[in-house]
Each structure stands twice: as C-alpha cells, then as structure tokens.
C-alpha cells in the first residue's frame, strides 16, 4: 500500500511539479536549472525499483525507458551541439524521456514540435507589438520581448511532457489503471 501510495506521488504530483518547475523557470530565466533534470532522474531509480518489484512492469519494459532517456540525451546533445536548443533543453528532453519511454517518443517529439511552433509563433507576435511600459519594468517579460532573444523551448519540452505523461503505461500504473 505505502509502495502503491509512494509511485502514486512520485508520477501524478512530483513528476508534473517538476516540469512545470522546468517551464516556468525556461520562460522567467532561458535556463533550466540541473537539479531539475537531476531530481527527474534520481525518482525515477526509485520508481521502477518498486515497479519491478511489485511486478508492474518487466524488466524489459523498464529497459524500453532507458533506451528513450539514452535517445532523448543524444538527440538532445545533436540539438545542443548544432546551436539549436540549449543545453537545459537537452537534459530536459533526455529526462522527460526517461520518465515517458520508447513507446512516447514519437508522440512527445511531435507535441513538443507542434507546441514550440506555436510558442515561437506567439513570441514573434509579442515582439512586433511594444510592451506597455508598466510591463517592461518585469525583466523576464522584457527578455521575451527582445528581437534579440531565442525561444524557451523548455516551456514546450515541459508542456508536451504534461500532455503525453497521461498516456504513458508509467502513469497507468500510478493510478491504478
């Protein structure tokens, strides 16, 4: 019950305050502080230990999610090595697709591309259109609005992760499903 109450938490409250925190941090700064991606891989060892144990997922299911955290680091350093993402970005991506797994891949990487569309979309909108003065006192609000200033890619990295987690088999598990 403790095991069940205890994966529960981890997946359906730390895990999505985690890339919220992720999100938000990329919106207000353009960086994504290590202890978020750290904290994301240090539950997970916890998490699939008390998964394997219970018997909620064979060892083989659990290998399918190291092999996407192996995929997402290194599309996530190509990315990074090419001057596309930043290298929060990268640790984000691999640490969401730990959490995700193989099977989540494709459907995270499209969301994650639909919704970066969209935000850098929304960020050229924002800079063709001068910031009420009242506005540009915020710094973070002022950073978006700079010509000069790449796009946050966090925020969709942590957004589509929130979207995608719901039909994962790891959150299957955490709900009893």
Same mark, same amino acid.
């Given at each position: 019950m403790v095991q069940a109450m205890t994966v529960a938490i981890l997946v359906m409250a730390v895990l999505p305050a985690l890339l919220a925190a992720a999100g938000a941090f990329d919106l207000m700064s353009y960086t994504i502080p290590n202890?978020?991606?750290?904290?994301?891989?240090? @539950?997970?060892?916890?998490?699939?230990?008390?998964?394997? @144990?219970?018997?909620?997922?064979?060892?083989?299911?659990? #290998? *399918?999610?190291?092999? $996407?955290?192996?995929? $997402?680091?290194?599309?996530?350093? &190509?990315?990074?090595?090419?001057g596309w993402v930043g290298g929060g970005d990268a640790k984000l991506f691999a640490a969401a697709m730990l959490w995700l797994g193989w099977d989540a891949l494709l459907e995270y990487t499209i969301m994650a591309s639909i919704l970066g569309g969209v935000l850098?979309?929304? %960020?050229? &909108? *924002?800079?063709?259109?001068? @910031?009420? =003065?009242? %506005?540009?006192?915020?710094?973070? %609000?002022?950073? %978006? =609005?700079?010509?000069?200033?790449?796009?946050?890619? #966090?925020?969709?990295l942590a957004a589509a992760a929130l979207l995608v987690l719901p039909d994962t088999r790891v959150f299957q598990i955490a709900s009893g499903g």
């Open positions: 202890i978020i991606p750290g904290a994301m891989i240090a @539950l997970f060892i916890p998490f699939m230990v008390i998964i394997a @144990l219970s018997g909620g997922m064979s060892w083989s299911e659990i #290998g *399918l999610h190291l092999l $996407g955290g192996a995929v $997402g680091l290194a599309a996530g350093m &190509a990315l990074f090595a090419a850098t979309f929304a %960020l050229l &909108a *924002l800079r063709r259109v001068p @910031l009420p =003065s009242f %506005l540009v006192k915020q710094p973070w %609000l002022a950073h %978006l =609005s700079d010509h000069k200033a790449g796009v946050p890619y #966090g925020v969709a």
